[in-house]
């Protein structure tokens, strides 16, 4: 039996691209000779489709491009995810299922049991979960049909419905097959070979596993598709952060005896690539295509400038220098350089005339107060409101630059340098960032080296450095860490022996920026705990230590 | 048996305030000789606190204040709720329980089995459900003891768990008693009477029901908690809106036969009264006194600024007029007016030179392009950049002005007038805010006559007015009311008569400011459906119609 992987990037609710590129891929397959060709999770209506999933049209339009998708699997079938109504009124309106596809219409549905609803996860919200387990029988196998989260239960905390694959395996099933919609994170691949692998061995089964590729906003999903033979060898592996479509050969065992080398990249390699397909896709998704950014000279802009150039092209970047009568002699240089090493468009606009007119304006309001971070903010928001003008008179989408260490800490001007559409390092640590531009200049000096040597200065009064204010980034950030994706509270850290004032001084910062963070734009999501849904906390909350 | 019903006020996090209150309270019932004292769901804690009940130092807490509380009931005891650690590793991390302290220790434990996760609910995110209910023993007495959804299974879509009243209604319980943190919307308490007086009736015993009261950024508890005999009368009902205690004595049935007349209070009062709560519950919450805003003339920054003089008392509101060239003759004096009927203070920046300052700046950028909304974004910006300023120079905190049906169809400027820490009108459409303007009016004129009179306008081009980019707002709002607190798509209100090009046209804007809502401040909830966590929508997806 040969059977399709097919690795596909979704958009949201745009039916006619979807059906069209599963139709096309269909018939690929078919033409290849596939007997069987297994899609992602959800993969009609796109993932996560949030509240649309309880829109009339949008189910309406579910239900059209499954039966037109139905309609071309002749001499082939497919296996692919859908939301499907749930007739007991009792119950929530849908389930998140796999549906085989034979002979022109729909042959076998099977329901997720596991409905993941940790950090970026809601699925309670929209779907029943399945009760009654069964594999299904296609061309005399017997296939454990399983949809993402069902093959997690002996990793994660969802573990009250029962260990699916072990009732599955029950059956002896000839391969288990999980579609899947699982978002990437820099540490997620490892985490998700080993649980594959547990399951191949608990069922002594080999295993397909098909993922979404493609980025919605904040969500990336990096593809990386997978075929596993009974002894866990990976003996197929699918592109990562693009579309793909491979076959394998399901005998007794899936493909030969042969595993294939499974591709080594980098944790800054993989973070970067899937930058680069998170931007291309927020602005092929919206329908855009040009990006303006502020370009300080400073690091975290230089970052983003670069990702920009690559993933849209430099032709499509407007970088804007805003020096002020604080800027030092290096900056201007420093971003012209990028903007020379990158060859996208540049405008300067200095601010000090505009931040005069707020200061004249203001003075009455002001009057006996000693200058402060108030006319700071000031110039930040004046640099904003350009961006955004800018934007707004040549329809570009404005790109957010603040880095996961300053949005931790609130060190960033709401409607300042908090604006943009899209937050493209909001959830890479200062210290990441360092790495990210060096693997950035692997081969040639596309960011500026004095950018990257000199000491970070958010340059809004006379002298000033980031260390005047925060401690330095390597200990900032390895406070952060545990107190974000480990989710440790300042005591524990404390106990893990870090100072007990940093902590005390971190942890009021981070709990103080809440309401900032709360408007901040959607996060490019890279790491396994990011700023955003996946991590909600009260506003007007006590925080504990 | 003589029973309390102590509705109270909780901070999220706040262990050492909520804490007192409730042994203060506790202490009070006792001297008042009652046997049981019942607070409300997750009383302990606050709630929602979100990701807070996956902090280790919050958990600790709610810990050692369920000790302190229960080490208090001597010669009484209470009812209250509280996060409660699941033993078992393979489900969640938590139940959502409640508790019966008496003799000094916790004396029963109820976990709560329907787990709400819509709107704006998601409590299978932190919470185990349970499996099994059973009745508990008081005093001689069976008490069917339910938390909040526990008996909405007849109403909402949570029922796969099974109907929990009709299982503790075979243990012909005496009593039943339900904590709730059940949050308040215009149309909420109808629902709530009905579905309690259903239960009532199942069971064939008489309902005790303690709901918190206080509001925590966007969600706001009304309180309003009740008590029903066997027959479904309502027998007392506590405050809506502020904290109570009341008692009632459960012989055969719950109080004598006699029904309370329940208050009639018109949607507009309870809106208004929702609204007040809320914004001194912000500011109280979070440790602010004084509030600013930007007063254009306008109805809603009008409205907004009545409302803030009442929570806050005018002497912490501070009023900033921004005229600029195009404001009207009238907008200036309208605003003088409001600030002279509530007697808050005032500022005057006028825009003018800031915006000129800008548009000078930004000229070599915007060669060749004809002014657009652009240079209306600007007066915006600059307004928001002075509203910031002078919030920040003084500590202020800076209340969002805009209502719903502008955020709905996007006619509002991001980190401009849709700058804020909170939204206190986001959840009114127009013609409520109209409404709310005359019922804030009832008793003597604090928002002007003609700012309620004259035609709606942004006044940021010559003669501007809303209805030249929008249709009436009572059309408007009807389309907006079905898209959103409907839940409707485009084609179904076609269906239902609407003027399809017109659905079309405000469905579209609709979708495209999803991105800028995303970066709205908190809102107010007063609506079934507000912007915000109970309705979420990918940014970057193809809106079916």
């Not at 049991?113 to 309670?124: A, H, I, M, R, T």
């Not at 919609?181 to 594959?196: D, G, I």
């Not at 990702?307 to 430099?314: F, R, S, Y």
């Not at 955003?532 to 006590?542: E, F, S």
Request: one cysteine or more; aromatic letters at 8%.
């Amino acid at each position: 039996m040969k059977i399709a992987l097919s690795q596909l990037n979704y958009h949201i609710g745009n039916f006619e691209e979807n059906t069209a590129k599963i139709i096309q891929s269909i018939a690929e397959a078919k033409a290849a000779g596939a007997d069987l060709v297994v899609f992602a999770e959800l993969a009609i209506g796109g993932y996560p489709a949030k509240d649309l999933l309880r829109n009339a049209a949008f189910l309406n339009a579910c239900e059209q491009s499954l039966a037109e998708i139905a309609s071309q699997c002749k001499g082939i079938a497919c296996i692919i995810g859908a939301p499907v109504r749930n007739q007991d009124p009792e119950g929530k309106a849908l389930y998140n299922a796999a549906l085989l596809l034979a002979e022109g219409q729909v042959q076998q549905l099977v329901k997720k049991s596991l409905l993941p609803d940790y950090d970026v996860f809601d699925e309670y919200r929209y779907f029943e979960p399945n009760k009654q387990v069964n594999c299904i029988p296609f061309q005399g196998k017997t296939i454990a049909l399983t949809v993402c989260e069902d093959l997690w239960d002996d990793d994660g905390p969802n573990s009250y419905v029962g260990d699916i694959m072990q009732e599955l395996a029950k059956e002896n099933p000839d391969i288990i097959i999980n579609i899947a919609a699982s978002p990437f994170s820099y540490t997620h691949f490892e985490s998700r070979k080993n649980v594959l692998s547990r399951n191949v061995i608990k069922a002594n089964a080999p295993l397909i596993y098909v993922n979404q590729v493609g980025a919605h906003a904040d969500i990336i999903f990096d593809g990386r598709s997978l075929a596993l033979n009974k002894k866990g060898d990976i003996i197929a592996e699918l592109h990562s952060f693009a579309e793909d479509l491979q076959y394998v050969e399901l005998q007794k065992d899936l493909g030969s005896a042969q595993a294939v080398a499974v591709k080594n990249s980098s944790e800054m390699a993989l973070i970067h690539d899937a930058l680069i397909l998170g931007l291309r896709d927020y602005f092929r998704k919206s329908g855009f295509k040009k990006a303006i950014l502020g370009l300080s000279g400073g690091l975290d802009s230089a970052v983003v400038a670069a990702l920009a150039c690559e993933a849209l092209g430099a032709e499509n970047v407007l970088a804007v220098l805003m020096p002020s009568i604080y800027s030092s002699d290096h900056s201007l240089k420093d971003a012209l350089d990028l903007v020379e090493n990158t060859g996208c468009a540049h405008h300067i606009v200095p601010i000090k005339d505009i931040a005069q007119a707020f200061e004249t304006g203001l003075a009455p309001a002001f009057e006996g107060k000693a200058a402060d971070t108030t006319e700071e903010n000031i110039q930040a928001r004046t640099r904003g409101t350009i961006l955004m003008a800018i934007s707004n008179k040549h329809g570009h989408i404005l790109l957010n630059t603040s880095n996961k260490s300053e949005a931790a800490v609130g060190y960033g001007t709401l409607y300042g340098d908090m604006a943009g559409s899209i937050s493209v390092i909001g959830d890479v640590y200062k210290t990441q960032a360092y790495q990210l531009a060096n693997y950035i200049n692997r081969d040639r000096e596309i960011i500026p080296v004095n950018t990257i040597v000199k000491p970070p200065s958010a340059e809004l009064r006379p002298d000033q450095k980031d260390s005047d204010s925060l401690p330095p980034y390597d200990v900032l950030d390895s406070i952060l860490f545990q107190l974000i994706e480990k989710e440790k509270s300042g005591s524990e850290l404390v106990k893990l022996g870090f100072e007990e004032v940093l902590v005390q001084r971190i942890s009021r910062l981070v709990n103080n920026a809440e309401f900032k963070r709360f408007q901040s734009p959607p996060i490019l999501r890279v790491s396994p705990k990011a700023f955003g849904p996946g991590r909600t906390m009260p506003l007007v909350a006590k925080y504990p230590f």
